[in-house]
C-alpha cells in the first residue's frame, strides 16, 4: 500500500528538492543507512507528455541529507519495493504531475483554509533554505544542497535571513570597539 501523498508536502519540506527531482526519485535514489537522497533525474511535464531527463545542472546533480525525522517516511515509501519504482508515484504507478497532485491533495483548499492563499508546493523548497538557513547553515552548504548553480541564486532568496546575524556582528564589534578604547 502507498502511503498518503501528505507526506509529500513533509519531504519537499525537508529536502528542498524541486518538483521534477521529487517525481522522478527512485527508491535507489535513498540510501537510508547513510541517510541520503541522491538527485539524479527530474520528471518534468511539458506540453501534457512527461520529459525525464537529467537534472538541469551540473550543480542539481547531488546528494541530500536525510533528517531523522524525515527517515520513517522515506522507510515506508521504500522498504519492500523495487529499486527502479519512484518513491512518489501518481496513482497509476506513473510519475507524479504537480496540477495533478494538488487537485487530489486538496492544496488549495487546505492553504486557503491556513491564510496561506497563493503558497505552492514550490514555496516548500524555499522553507528547506529557510530553515537550513535559521539551523545556522551556511549559504554555501544551501547552495549545494538545493543544487543551486550560483551562490547568487542563493543569495538573493535567503540573504534576509542575515539580518540577526548582521546585529550580532554589530554587537561583538562594539564589543571589540570598547575593549580597545577601555585598554588604552
Do not use: C
Request: proline residues 4%.
Amino acid at each position: 500500500m502507498i502511503p498518503s501523498l501528505g507526506d509529500l508536502v513533509f519531504a519537499m519540506a525537508y529536502l528542498g528538492l524541486r518538483w521534477s527531482e521529487l517525481a522522478a526519485l527512485r527508491v535507489s535514489d535513498v540510501d537510508l543507512d547513510r541517510r541520503r537522497v541522491r538527485i539524479v533525474e527530474r520528471a518534468t511535464e511539458v506540453g501534457g507528455r512527461m520529459d525525464v531527463s537529467a537534472p538541469k545542472s551540473r550543480a542539481s546533480k547531488r546528494s541530500v541529507a536525510i533528517p531523522s525525522l524525515l527517515e520513517p517516511v522515506l522507510r515506508q515509501r521504500t522498504v519492500g519495493r523495487g529499486a527502479d519504482e519512484l518513491v512518489f508515484p501518481a496513482p497509476d504507478g506513473g510519475y507524479l504531475r504537480n496540477g495533478n497532485w494538488r487537485s487530489r491533495s486538496g492544496w488549495t483548499r487546505a492553504t486557503t483554509q491556513l491564510g496561506l492563499e497563493g503558497v505552492t508546493p514550490r514555496d516548500l523548497r524555499r522553507t528547506f533554505g529557510s530553515l537550513a538557513r535559521s539551523a545556522g547553515a551556511d549559504l554555501r552548504w544551501i547552495q549545494r544542497a538545493m543544487g543551486h548553480e550560483s551562490i547568487n541564486t542563493t543569495a538573493r532568496i535567503y540573504a534576509h535571513l542575515y539580518d540577526e546575524e548582521l546585529d550580532i556582528v554589530a554587537a561583538a564589534l562594539d564589543r571589540l570597539s570598547a575593549s580597545r578604547v577601555e585598554g588604552r
